[in-house]
């Protein structure tokens, strides 16, 4: 079936048996339809309609509203403006009926009244002391107009129109807050600027213990992680977890590739703190990146690129089903991989957005046969599902879709295939379509995925507020992918204890910093 480009949020006639996925990143959207079977992948039982359609067009936020949701307190505030939109709809009716003045007269005084106090006063104690009075007042000449014998179609035609009007003001609320959201979530906390800040400065003034061990960087018998980070504790996070849950950290070699702006940072903290018997490599990947990249392309460190997927489907008249997932998969950085660690034959890359909770050893004995990478595979959404945005390409409709997080990376064979020049060449085949790197990225891997374990991966600690404890610690990683970080005062409470312990909490940077793990 072919795919229609369409707003996240309009949603076309859906049939019975039939599944919706509305797929959405900052660059791009997508609705593709699905039949069949595939539609028991939403979430099972009733959701309110107001609230599925706000996750289409807003996601994560919609969810995080209604988590965070506070009941009303404000009793007599809501009651007051219930008076006011009931007085306002019989005012023109009220005020054309003859013989009505005084009543006229009233209705306006109480309306104008009301309008007066609520201009001031949003909680009940802000209220004045007489507010009783006054709504009782308004209860009675409510109740006279009502006893006025008058057009009902009048009344009808102006509760319309106020009904209107709030839901127009209703909807600019959530818009406005929703883009609140989405603020918080993409600028960087106070305190975490603070702490790169600091930790530049004092990477300047002391340079005492600038002391590596370049040897083992490039050790190719040893355990090599890759890290695209410009996040000091969430690296921190993922290196510090994963250290402790190791069997033998003697083995373990960590390259955080960060940018210019946050290198010194990274830099002192990495050789002010140690990690057992690992050691960490920090890298400015800006040097590398203008020998590979086009004039078209970002010329910055990119991180794993992350779209939301919507699920909405109908198996018959009254059962609706929803469900939100994020996907995050490589961005041009990555590519880079084969030219940055040349003496290296295989690379596990970690997200920032995780936490190691086994031993990840076993990684490295994996035989995977032909394949260039081992990932967490996504078979709810399939390369058929976005055939409209792949050109001409080739690609086999009923291919899995990928997640970063957790990657197993074949060095050696992605060089021998020339996964990067694929890569580099199917972006510029899809640059004129949105979302190029990311559909470029789902077609270079195209049957070179080894599929891990689902039980490696517990993904969805930014969004889903579902996920159980039983499966959170049988996990071996989790993957907080969406936009409720774990590092942000929106993430998860329940699940933020799972990250922070993680972090020292007697670090002199952090207290100073106020980065309260």
């Not at 996040?231 to 996070?237: D, G, K, L, Q, R």
């Not at 046969?369 to 086999?396: D, N, P, T, W």
């Not at 990311?438 to 891990?452: G, K, R, V």
Request: proline share 3%; hydrophobic share 35%.
């Amino acid at each position: 079936m072919k795919l229609k480009m369409k707003p996240a949020v309009q949603m076309p006639h859906v049939k019975v048996r039939k599944k919706k996925a509305y797929i959405t990143s900052q660059n791009f959207d997508f609705l593709s339809q699905i039949s069949g079977d595939d539609g028991k992948a939403g979430m099972k039982g009733g959701i309110n309609e107001g609230l599925r359609l706000c996750e289409l067009q807003y996601g994560s936020y919609c969810i995080w509203h209604e988590e965070n949701r506070e009941d009303m307190k404000d009793s007599m505030v809501k009651k007051l403006k219930d008076q006011l939109f009931v007085a306002r709809a019989y005012y023109p009716s009220v005020a054309k009926t003859p013989a009505q003045n005084t009543l006229t007269r009233d209705l306006r005084q109480n309306i104008q009244e009301l309008e007066r106090v609520l201009s001031e006063s949003t909680t009940d104690a802000d209220l004045p002391p007489e507010i009783q009075k006054k709504s009782e007042r308004m209860e009675a000449t409510i109740a006279k107009s009502k006893s006025v014998t008058m057009d009902c179609h009048n009344v009808d035609k102006k509760l319309r129109q106020i009904f209107d009007l709030t839901e127009d003001e209703a909807n600019f609320h959530m818009k406005q807050s929703a883009f609140l959201y989405q603020l918080a979530v993409q600028t960087m906390p106070k305190s975490q600027h603070c702490l790169s800040m600091r930790l530049t400065v004092e990477y300047f003034r002391d340079d005492s213990f600038d002391q590596e061990l370049p040897v083992k960087y490039s050790d190719p018998t040893l355990q090599h992680y890759v890290i695209f980070s410009t996040n000091v504790i969430a690296s921190t996070v993922v290196i510090n977890s994963t250290v402790m849950h190791a069997r033998d950290s003697m083995n373990q070699v960590f390259h955080v590739l960060t940018n210019g702006q946050n290198y010194y940072a990274m830099k002192h903290w990495f050789l002010g703190n140690t990690f057992k018997d690992a050691v960490v490599e920090v890298l400015n990947i800006d040097p590398f990146i203008p020998d590979y990249y086009d004039k078209t392309t970002p010329s910055h460190l990119n991180l794993p690129t992350e779209f939301r997927v919507s699920f909405h489907g109908i198996n018959n008249a009254s059962a609706m089903h929803s469900r939100t997932q994020y996907i995050s998969i490589f961005s041009h950085s990555h590519y880079l991989l084969p030219e940055i660690f040349k003496n290296l034959e295989k690379v596990v890359v970690l997200d920032d957005d995780i936490v190691v909770q086994q031993d990840l050893s076993t990684l490295w004995s994996l035989n995977m046969g032909q394949k260039v990478m081992g990932a967490i595979q996504i078979c709810s959404v399939r390369l058929g599902q976005v055939r409209s945005y792949l050109g001409e390409s080739s690609f086999h409709k009923n291919s899995c879709t990928w997640m970063s997080g957790l990657n197993v990376i074949d060095l050696a064979r992605w060089r021998k295939l020339g996964i990067s020049e694929t890569y580099w060449k199917l972006v510029k085949e899809v640059s004129k379509k949105e979302g190029s790197a990311a559909l470029a990225s789902l077609l270079t891997f195209q049957d070179l995925i080894y599929a891990l374990d689902n039980d490696w991966v517990l993904s969805g600690l930014g969004h889903d507020y579902g996920l159980s404890t039983q499966s959170i610690k049988k996990a071996a990683v989790l993957h907080y992918n969406g936009n409720m970080k774990p590092w942000l005062e929106l993430g998860i409470p329940k699940y933020k204890v799972y990250w922070r312990k993680f972090l020292n909490p007697e670090n002199q940077f952090l207290n100073e910093c106020n980065v309260n793990p």
